[in-house]
């Protein structure tokens, strides 16, 4: 992913790192499973192909908001999480966002 060369405020390269269709949702669930693999991944996320998720994956590792562990062996097993310190904090920020629909969806509904 590339970022701009100058950003006037820090929400902006926030939103450039985390924005796009599927990253919330592979926050989302790397929160809910802990770490959790591949396919685990590709399984509860409806509707994302492999590759795009091992592109989001890669961009979400960049910015330190994701890792991985490699285990040794055959077959190869590799397991992604959320990073203490970004990856938490990303989560938080999804969580206040996702309030904020429910409230909007609840107020639609009422009227």
């Not at 902006?12 to 990253?23: A, C, F, N, S, V």
């Not at 077959?75 to 920020?93: D, I, M, Q, S």
Request: glycine share 8%; charged share 35%.
């Amino acid at each position: 992913m590339k970022l701009r060369k100058e950003y006037t405020c820090p929400l902006e390269i926030t939103h450039d790192i985390l924005k796009g269709k599927w990253k919330g949702i592979i926050i989302w669930q790397l929160n809910y499973n802990g770490r959790a693999s591949l396919s685990t991944l590709e399984k509860e996320i409806n509707g994302i192909s492999q590759k795009m998720l091992l592109e989001q994956l890669k961009e979400l590792k960049e910015f330190g908001i994701v890792d991985k562990i490699q285990y040794e062996g055959y077959p190869l097993k590799v397991e992604y999480f959320l990073t203490e310190e970004r990856g938490k904090k990303a989560f938080e920020a999804f969580k206040i966002m996702q309030e904020l629909g429910k409230d909007y969806i609840d107020e639609k509904n009422k009227k």
